[in-house]
């Protein structure tokens, strides 16, 4: 009896171990490992713009001041963040993570904010990162 208990214990955990296991990105590094070059014409005004980066996300906006760009990686566990238009939050499917519209953490368990990457503007593109 014993014995089955055990097996009837690891057929439970398992799929929580794994559900577990999925949240942890596998590269959580705080930037991209090289620069990301975007033609600013690419980049329509006050739009955000997702783009995935050598397997991490990077949002990108271009205002009348310039652009901006910001990791899309949770603070909490690396997991990738989505913007929600209809709530104006940034979402952490995995832990229920909600960022404001500036990347600070409003709910869950995230307590660092988004981090803001470095931008180098020339006259034609956006350099990101780097």
């Not at 960022?99 to 803001?116: C, H, M, N, Q």
């Amino acid at each position: 009896m014993t014995r089955g208990c055990g097996v009837f214990a690891a057929c439970l955990t398992a799929p929580l171990w794994n559900l577990l296991a999925g949240c942890q990105a596998e590269n959580t590094s705080k930037e991209p490992a090289g620069p990301l070059t975007i033609p600013v014409a690419e980049l329509p005004l006050n739009r955000r713009m997702r783009f995935e980066h050598e397997g991490r996300a990077v949002e990108v906006v271009r205002t009348e001041n310039g652009v901006t760009a910001r990791s899309l990686l949770c603070t909490h566990q690396g997991c990738n963040v989505r913007w929600i238009e209809d709530d104006q939050i940034y979402f952490c499917p995995c832990h229920d993570g909600q960022f404001d519209a500036e990347g600070i953490p409003t709910y869950g368990p995230p307590r660092e904010r988004l981090r803001d990457l470095q931008v180098t503007l020339t006259p034609t593109t956006a350099v990101i990162g780097g």
